[in-house]
Structure formats: structure tokens, C-alpha cells
């Protein structure tokens, strides 16, 4: 294949995942969507497993409610930080950022915590297992639309692949 050729390919491919990560309007005003260029699109994403989403509704309840509110919805103003620099915490639902986060990172953060000095997010590995923290976000996807879902998914599945 010669050069500009692949560039053309390249190209085409950059568009469809820009026009994919856009479109719906379901993004809140504000939020950034990272930068997806370059990145081959993921096969579509895997229908939810409904057992563990009520699992995980129920791990929620225990474990996260109390902070980011029965309904998903984060604490009021969380970005805003709070007097000592902290950050309140966010919202998991659509409005928030978790569905920016890979199945990957989101697992870590929740099993041994966020890498942010003074965080007031606690870690779970000790208290959940794998399958319950596994559940849990499963839950945290049932509350998305299709774009976010194909977003995360998106990221996910990038960063299983061997070369990423
Ligand atoms: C004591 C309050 C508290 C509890 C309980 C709590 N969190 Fe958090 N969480 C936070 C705060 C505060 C942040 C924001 C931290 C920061 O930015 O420093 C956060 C951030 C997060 C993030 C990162 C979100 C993003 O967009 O980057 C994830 C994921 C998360 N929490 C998941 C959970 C899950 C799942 C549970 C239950 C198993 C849970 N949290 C329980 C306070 C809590």
C-alpha cells in the first residue's frame, strides 16, 4: 500500500470514531471527550450482564451510596473543590466522567484507589472481591446511553488489545 494511500484509510477511520464519540447529544455542556484519533474502532459492545448489574445496585447501595448519592447523581457542586483541595465526589451516571474510564482503570481505582494526593475516595480491594467490584461497575454502565456505553467500551477494548 503506498503512503498516501494508508493515510487516507488512517483518516477515514479518525472521522468515523470523532462522528461516533459526538453524536446522540446525550454529552453534558462542558465535559471533554477525549481524543479517540488514531484509535482502530472496537467491535460493538457486549450486551450487560443483568445479574451482575443487580448485584452490583445492591454493592452500590452498601458501598458507594453514601457518597455518590442513591441515584448516581455525585454530591452537589463536585467540581468545586472542597476547603482542604479535595474534590467531592463525582457523579456516575452519564453527566459524570467514569464512562471516560477503561473497565481497567476504573477496577484499579476502585480495588486500590485514585492516584490524587488527599483524595477522599476510599479503596475497596479488601472489603469487594474482583467479581463484586466487577458487578458494581457493571451496575454504573446500566445507567448510561448508548454513546457513553460505545465510548467506554471503545476505551476498554483499546486497551486489551496486545499493542496498546
Ligand atoms: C467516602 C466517600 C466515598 C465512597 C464511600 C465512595 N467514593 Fe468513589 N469517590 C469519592 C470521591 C470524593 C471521589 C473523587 C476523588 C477525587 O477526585 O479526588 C471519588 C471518585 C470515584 C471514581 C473516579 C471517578 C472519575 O470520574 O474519575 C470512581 C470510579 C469511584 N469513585 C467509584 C466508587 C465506587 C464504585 C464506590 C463503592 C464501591 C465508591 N466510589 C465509594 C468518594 C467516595
Known sequence: ?????????????????????????????????????????APPPPELDHEAVEAGEAIYGQYCASCHAADLSGQPNWKT?????????PPHDASGHTWHHSDQLLTQIVSVGLDVPGTQMPTFGDQLT????????????????PDERAFQ????????????
Open 81 to 89: 473543590p472542597n476547603a482542604d483541595g479535595s474534590y467531592p465526589a
Open 1 to 41: 500500500m503506498s503512503r498516501s494511500r494508508v493515510s487516507v484509510v488512517v483518516l477515514a477511520a479518525v472521522a468515523g470514531m470523532l462522528l461516533a464519540a459526538c453524536t446522540g447529544g446525550g454529552e453534558p455542556a462542558g465535559s471533554t471527550i477525549p481524543n479517540l484519533a488514531g484509535i482502530d474502532p
Open 130 to 145: 474482583d467479581a463484586e467490584i466487577g458487578a458494581v461497575i457493571e451496575y454504573l454502565k446500566s445507567s448510561w446511553g
Open 153 to 164: 467500551w471503545q476505551v476498554t477494548w483499546q486497551e486489551s488489545q496486545p499493542d496498546s
